[in-house]
């Protein structure tokens, strides 16, 4: 599946099109699931949700440290949002429920998957 930047632009809903009937959440079907999988399949997208953690980061603060131009982040960020990892705030970005619990079970098994 590739994603596509047209496709996080104009949306009503985070999940829209995300199920067979375009209602309901990410994790009720297939599509959904690849949806988030290829989201996350790119490292810096991990980051990202690493890095703003349980706070509140800018789109500028994110962009600076990172070290990438404002727009490129005008590409990962709104995909982030269509997953459901991360919101926009008035303050900035902050991980959903959803992101954190992924981050947390990610780590615990990425842990428990290192070869000794």
């Avoid at 989201?39 to 997208?45: A, K």
């Amino acid at each position: 599946m590739v994603i596509d930047s047209n496709d996080v632009q104009g949306r009503d809903s985070p999940v829209t099109g995300l199920t067979d009937n375009g209602d309901g959440k990410w994790w009720e079907s297939s599509n959904g699931h690849r949806f988030v999988g290829d989201v996350l399949q790119l490292r810096i997208r991990c980051e990202i949700m690493k890095f703003i953690g349980l706070g509140v980061k800018t789109r500028e603060e994110i962009a600076l440290a990172f070290g990438m131009k404002e727009h490129i982040s005008e590409l990962h960020l709104p995909l982030l949002e269509k997953a459901e990892m991360i919101e926009q705030t008035d303050l900035g970005y902050r991980s959903t429920t959803i992101g954190t619990a992924y981050l947390k079970n990610f780590e615990a098994f990425a842990e428990s998957s290192k070869i000794s």
